[in-house]
C-alpha cells in the first residue's frame, strides 16, 4: 500500500486531498499545525475509510519539526511514495506595510516549508527508487496579487523551485509537479465579501468559485501511475480565471 504525506491537511484543501487520496487506499500521514481538533476528526474519517492513518503535529517552517515529522512518517510507514507540500497561510497586506516579521513568516511558511519537506523526503524516496512530489503553489504564484507581494512571491518560488528539483531528481524517478489554484472555497477567502466573490466569479470562464474537490481531484491525478511520464509542469486549477 502507498504511503502520502500531506501537510495541513486537517482544514480546506488539505483535508480534502488527505480524504481523496484515502478513498484511493493510501496510507495517510496527516500534518497539522495548530488545528488538533480538527485534525482528529478528519482522521477518524479516514479510518472509516479503511486507510491507516498517522496524525502528526508540526510546523513545517521549522527544519527541525520537519525532521522529526518526516522521521516519525519513515519509523511507521517505511516508505513515502507521496509528498503533498499543502500547508500555506495568506499575506493580504500592501508591501509598505508588511512587518519583518510578517514578511519572513509568509515566506518562511509558505516557501522554505515546502523546500525542507522536499530536502527530507526525498532522501526517503532516493533509498527506495522514487515517488511523487506534488507543491500546491498559487495561481498568484504566476501571475501576481496586488496586496499579496510577499505570497505571490513565495508561490512564485515553488514552481521555480519545483522546475528545478525536477531536473535534479528525474533521473532518481522522483516526479515533481505544482498545482496552482485559482480562488478555492476554505477559510484562507472567509475574509471576501459577498461582492468580491460575485466579482471574482464574473472573472472566471466557469462562472463559480472553486471547491477543494476540484484541486484534490488533479493532485490525485498527479499522485497516481497515470501522471508517471508528466514532471516540471504547473496544472493551474483556476475554472479559466485570466484566460
Ligand atoms: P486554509 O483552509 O487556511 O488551510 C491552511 C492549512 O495550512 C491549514 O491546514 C493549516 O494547518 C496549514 N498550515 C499553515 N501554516 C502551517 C505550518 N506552519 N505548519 C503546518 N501547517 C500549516 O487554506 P487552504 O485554502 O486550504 O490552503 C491550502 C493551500 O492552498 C495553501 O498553500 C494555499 O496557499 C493554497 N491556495 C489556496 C487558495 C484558496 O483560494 N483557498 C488559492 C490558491 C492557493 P493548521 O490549521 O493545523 O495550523
Known amino acids: ?3 502520502v ?6 482544514r480546506g484543501i488539505g483535508k480534502e ?3 481523496e487520496l484515502a478513498k484511493e487506499g493510501y496510507n495517510i500521514v496527516l500534518n497539522f ?3 488538533e481538533e480538527q485534525a482528529k476528526e478528519v482522521a477518524d474519517k479516514i479510518s472509516k475509510l479503511g486507510a491507516r492513518v498517522l496524525i ?3 510546523d513545517v517552517s521549522k527544519p527541525e519539526e520537519v525532521k522529526k515529522l518526516v522521521g516519525g512518517a519513515v519509523s511507521v510507514f517505511g516508505k513515502i511514495d507521496v509528498l503533498v507540500n499543502n500547508a500555506g497561510i495568506s499575506l493580504y497586506k500592501l508591501l509598505i506595510d508588511s512587518s519583518d516579521a510578517e514578511i519572513q513568516n509568509a515566506i518562511q511558511t509558505n516557501l522554505n516549508s515546502v523546500i525542507f519537506m522536499s530536502r527530507e523526503v526525498v532522501k526517503n524516496m532516493l533509498q527506495f527508487g522514487g515517488g511523487k512530489i506534488i507543491n500546491i503553489s498559487s495561481k498568484w504564484g504566476i501571475v501576481g496579487g496586488s496586496g499579496e507581494s510577499v505570497y505571490s512571491a513565495a508561490k512564485s518560488g515553488i514552481i521555480g523551485f519545483s522546475k528545478a528539483l525536477a531536473k ?5 524517478g522522483i516526479n515533481v509537479n505544482v498545482v496552482a489554484p485559482g480562488v478555492i472555497e476554505t477559510d484562507m477567502i472567509k475574509n471576501l465579501s459577498m461582492q468580491d466573490k460575485k466579482e471574482l466569479e464574473s472573472q472566471i470562464a466557469l462562472g463559480r468559485i472553486g471547491q477543494p474537490s476540484d484541486v484534490a481531484g488533479v493532485v490525485k491525478f498527479l499522485a497516481s501511475d497515470e501522471a508517471s511520464y508528466i514532471t516540471g ?3 493551474e486549477v483556476d475554472g479559466g480565471w485570466g484566460v
Do not use: P
Open 1 to 3: 500500500m502507498k504511503t
Open 17 to 19: 486531498i488527505a480524504l
Open 33 to 35: 499545525n495548530k488545528s
Open 56 to 58: 502528526c503535529q508540526a
Open 5 to 10: 504525506l500531506i501537510t495541513g491537511a486537517a
Open 168 to 172: 535534479e531528481v528525474g533521473f532518481s
Open 233 to 235: 509542469q504547473v496544472i
